[in-house]
C-alpha cells in the first residue's frame, strides 16, 4: 500500500480523499475532451473514467493500487459519497434550468405524442422485463414489482442533454423537427423525475397498496401545482430579492442553491426522492427573469467542472463490467440493450406518426429519443441507493446508457441531414437569426425613468412596445422632484409609478397580439416600480443591480429649444449603458398612449444607427405604423452607391424578417437636419426615430444632427444611444 493511502486503515484520510478528486476530475476532462472530438458527448468521458479506474479496469490491472486510491472503508467511501449526492441534486438543478416548456407548448400534440408513446412502450417493456429476470438477480424477490418498476423507467427516459447537444451540433435547434425532438426529450425528463419519485416512495412503503400509490400521486401533484403558481412566484422574487438587495458576490448563485435544498427537502419530507425537488427548482430558476447569462454561466461552471466528474466517475465506480464475462449476463445486458432500443424507438417513430410528422421527421426524432445518457445514470444510482437494484442490474443500465447514447449521435446526425428545409421554415430561421444577434434580444431587463407627465406617458408606451419582444422583466422608476422623506407624498408618488407599471403592461399585451400566431407566448411581463429624485446617483444605484438598457422621459426635456434639460442630462450621466431618449411633440403630447405613429428612420450604416432600426421595427410592428429609412448622403463628398444600397438592404431584410413594410430614401443634403425634416413632412411622419452617440462634455450632447431635429422637429423624436 502506498503510504499516502496508509491512513485510511484508521480512518477517513483527506489525502486519499484529495487523490480521488484529482483522479476523477483529471481523466474525466481528458475523456471528456476525447468524445467531444470524437462527436459524442463529454459526460460519457467521464462515465468512461469511473469505469477505467474503478474494478472494470484499472482494479482488474493493478488491483493493490484500485483499493488504495479508492478503498471500501465505508467511512472513506462516505466522503465522496457526499460530493455525488450534492452533484445529483445539482445535475438535476442544471437539467431543470435547461428545461423550456415554451418550448413544450409551442410544439403542440407533436412533442406530447412522441414522449408519451415513447414512455409508454418501453416502460411496459421493462416491466415486464423485470418479472421473466431469474430471483437471484433482484435485490428482493417478493418485491419484485418495485425493480420491475424501476426498470420501466430506466427503459422509457431520455437523456435531454444528450439530445440538445447533437441537435445544437446540427444547428437544427430552431428547426422544427429540433423542437420537437428537445420538447419530447423535456417531457421525458420531466415525466421521468416523477415517476421515479413515486417508485421511490412505494419503495419505502415496501409495498405497492392502493393508499401508498395515491399518497405518491397526491403527494406529488400538489407539490407540482404549488411549485408551478405559488413557487414560481417566490422564486421569482427570491432571485430579484438576492440580485437588487444583497451586496456581497454571489449572492444569487447562494439564493439559487438555498431555493434547490428547500425544494429537495420538501419533496423527501412528503415521501418521494429529492431529486423531485431539485428538477423543479432548476425549472423555476431558469424560468426566472432576472437570471442573467452571467450568472447563469458562473453557476453552470462549477457543476460540469466539479460536481458532474465526480457524480459520474463515481457512479463508473460503482459498475464492475468483469461480471460480462459471465456469459448468462452478458446475454442478458445484451438483451436489456435490444429491448431498450426497440421499445424506445417504436414508441417513439408511432408518437411521431400520431402527432403528424413525417417518416424523416419520425426516423430522426426516435434516433434521438434513444439516447440515455447522464439520465439514465442518475435513474440507476437512485435505485442503487434504494435497494431497487442488484450491483449487477445496476451494471447492466450503466452499459446500456453507455451503449445506446453512443450509437445515437452518428444516427441522429445521419437521420436529421436527410430532413428537407421548407420555404416558410427557411424565413423563419432567417428572422430568428436576425433577432438573436440584435440589440433588442439581448436586453435582460430594462430601466424606465419617467414622471407623470404626457412625455413620461409617451416614453412608458415606448416601453411597453420594447419589453414585449423579449417579456423583459421592466423596473419603472417614477422620477419626482418633490420630498419624497414624506410619507403620504411617497405613497402618492408610488402610485404613480404603479400606473406607469400598468400601462407597461398594458402596451406589452397589446403589441403580443400584433405577433404572428407562431411566435405568440402567453406574456409573463414582471414589472416593478420605485421613486427616485431626478439624479444621477439615484440612476446609478438602480443600474447596478443590472439592466441592459434605460427609457428616459420627462416633462421639462429641453432647455433653451436645442439642448437637453439638466434634469436628462443627470439622469442619462447615471447610466452607463444604452438609451433610449423619448421627446413627444404635437400629436403625443395631447394623446401619448393612443396616439397614431408613422415613422421616419434616418440610418447611416453605424452599430447605433442599427440599434435604432430594431427599436424603428418592433414599434412600427406593434403599432401598425408605416415606416420610411432615410440615408442623408453629406453634399460635395463623394459617394459611395453600393453603399448606400447596401445599408438600405439591411434595414428592409430587418423589416421584411419581421412582417413589416419599409420605404427606402437616399437624399443629398450639407445638412442633415434638414433632409430629415424635410422627409418627415412629405411623407407626414410624426415619430423621428435616430441613433446617436454620446459625445464628451458636461451637457447630453449627440452631434449637430440631433441638436437640429431637438430645436426644428415638430415630429416625436425617439434617441437611441449608444
Not at 423531485?276 to 447569462?293: C, D, M, N, Q, R
Not at 430601466?447 to 414585449?468: C, K, M, Q, Y
Not at 459625445?695 to 449627440?702: D, I, S
Request: charged share 20%.
Amino acid at each position: 500500500m502506498p503510504a499516502w493511502a496508509a491512513g485510511g486503515a484508521k480512518g477517513p484520510s483527506e489525502v486519499i480523499f484529495i487523490a480521488q478528486l484529482v483522479a476523477l476530475m483529471l481523466v474525466g476532462r481528458l475523456l471528456g475532451e476525447a468524445m467531444l472530438r470524437m462527436g459524442q458527448p463529454a459526460v460519457m468521458g467521464q462515465l468512461i473514467a469511473g469505469l477505467l479506474l474503478g474494478p472494470s479496469f484499472l482494479g482488474f490491472l493493478w488491483p493493490d493500487f484500485q483499493h488504495a486510491l479508492f478503498p471500501q472503508a465505508p467511512e472513506q467511501k462516505a466522503m465522496l459519497q457526499g460530493i455525488s449526492e450534492a452533484g445529483i441534486l445539482l445535475l438535476l438543478l442544471l437539467t431543470g434550468m435547461e428545461t423550456d416548456l415554451r418550448l413544450v407548448r409551442a410544439t403542440g400534440k407533436a412533442s406530447v405524442y412522441a414522449s408519451l408513446m415513447g414512455i409508454v412502450v418501453p416502460f411496459g417493456f421493462g416491466v415486464a422485463l423485470g418479472y421473466f429476470i431469474p430471483d437471484h438477480m433482484l435485490p428482493h424477490p417478493d418485491r419484485r414489482l418495485i425493480t420491475a418498476l424501476f426498470l420501466g423507467t430506466a427503459l422509457s427516459i431520455a437523456s435531454v442533454k444528450i439530445v440538445a447537444m447533437v441537435v445544437r451540433e446540427m444547428n437544427f435547434m430552431r428547426r422544427n423537427v429540433g423542437q420537437v425532438i428537445l420538447a419530447s426529450a423535456i417531457i421525458d425528463d420531466s415525466v421521468g423525475w416523477i415517476i421515479v419519485s413515486i417508485i421511490f416512495s412505494l419503495a419505502l412503503h415496501g409495498e405497492v397498496d392502493a393508499w401508498s400509490l395515491a399518497q405518491s400521486v397526491v403527494g406529488t401533484f400538489i407539490f407540482m401545482v404549488l411549485s408551478l403558481t405559488v413557487g414560481r412566484r417566490l422564486v421569482f422574487f427570491a432571485i430579484r430579492w438576492a440580485n437588487d438587495v444583497l451586496k456581497s458576490d454571489f449572492a444569487v448563485i447562494t439564493a439559487i442553491l438555498i431555493i434547490m435544498s428547500v425544494m429537495a427537502l420538501t419533496t423527501h419530507a412528503i415521501g418521494v426522492h429529492s431529486v423531485l425537488g431539485a428538477f423543479v427548482a432548476g425549472i423555476l430558476v431558469g424560468e426566472s427573469p432576472i437570471l442573467t447569462k452571467h450568472i447563469d454561466e458562473q453557476l453552470r461552471g462549477l457543476i460540469t467542472a466539479f460536481f458532474a466528474p465526480v457524480f459520474f466517475g463515481l457512479a463508473g465506480l460503482s459498475a464492475d463490467l468483469t461480471i460480462l464475462a459471465d456469459p448468462q449476463i452478458a446475454l442478458a445486458t445484451a438483451g436489456l440493450i435490444l429491448i431498450a432500443s426497440i421499445g424506445k424507438f417504436g414508441g417513439a417513430f408511432i408518437g411521431a406518426e400520431l402527432g403528424g410528422l413525417t417518416k424523416r421527421e419520425g426516423f430522426a426524432l426516435a434516433c434521438g429519443m434513444n439516447a440515455r445518457g447522464s439520465t439514465e445514470v442518475i435513474i440507476a444510482t437512485v435505485g442503487l441507493s434504494m435497494g431497487a437494484l442488484t450491483q449487477n442490474l445496476f451494471t447492466m443500465i450503466v452499459t446500456m446508457a453507455v451503449v445506446t447514447t453512443l450509437a445515437m449521435p452518428p444516427t441522429l446526425r445521419w437521420a436529421l441531414s436527410r430532413i428537407p428545409l421548407s420555404k416558410e421554415e427557411k424565413q423563419r430561421l432567417e428572422r430568428e437569426e436576425i433577432e438573436s444577434q440584435g440589440f433588442l434580444a439581448n436586453i435582460e431587463r430594462l430601466l424606465l425613468a419617467v414622471d407623470e407627465s404626457t412625455n413620461g406617458t409617451f416614453a412608458t408606451r415606448l416601453a411597453g412596445i420594447v419589453a414585449a419582444t423579449h417579456e423583459m422583466p421592466t423596473t419603472v422608476m417614477h422620477i419626482t422632484e418633490g420630498d419624497i422623506d414624506d410619507k403620504k407624498r411617497v405613497k402618492q408618488e408610488a402610485a404613480k409609478a404603479k400606473d406607469a407599471a400598468s400601462i407597461v403592461q398594458e402596451v406589452a399585451e397589446r403589441a403580443e397580439a400584433t405577433k404572428t400566431l407562431e411566435e405568440q407566448s402567453l406574456l409573463s411581463l414582471e414589472v416593478s416600480t420605485l421613486v427616485g429624485k431626478p439624479t444621477a446617483e439615484i440612476v446609478a444605484e438602480e443600474a447596478a443591480k443590472g439592466y441592459g438598457a434605460m427609457i428616459l422621459g420627462i416633462d421639462k426635456m429641453v432647455a433653451r429649444t436645442n439642448h437637453f434639460s439638466d434634469a436628462v442630462t443627470k439622469l442619462a450621466t447615471g447610466f452607463e449603458g444604452p438609451l433610449l431618449i423619448a421627446d413627444a411633440r404635437e400629436e403625443h403630447r395631447k394623446h401619448p398612449l393612443h396616439g397614431t405613429v408613422s415613422i421616419l428612420l434616418p440610418v447611416n450604416g453605424t452599430e447605433v444607427s442599427r440599434r435604432a432600426a430594431e427599436v424603428a421595427v418592433a414599434i412600427a410592428r406593434a403599432t401598425k405604423a408605416p415606416l420610411t429609412a432615410i440615408y442623408v448622403a453629406p453634399q460635395g463628398k463623394a459617394r459611395s452607391r453600393r453603399a448606400e444600397e447596401a445599408i438600405l438592404k439591411d434595414i428592409s431584410a430587418l423589416a421584411e424578417s419581421f412582417s413589416v413594410d419599409v420605404r427606402t430614401a437616399v437624399r443629398t443634403e450639407k445638412a442633415a437636419g434638414d433632409a430629415i425634416l424635410r422627409e418627415a413632412a412629405r411623407r407626414k411622419h410624426n415619430v423621428i426615430i435616430m441613433g446617436a452617440g454620446r459625445r464628451p462634455g458636461e451637457k447630453l450632447f449627440f452631434g449637430d444632427t440631433a441638436t437640429a431635429l431637438l430645436e426644428k422637429a415638430q415630429q416625436s423624436l425617439v434617441f437611441v444611444v449608444s
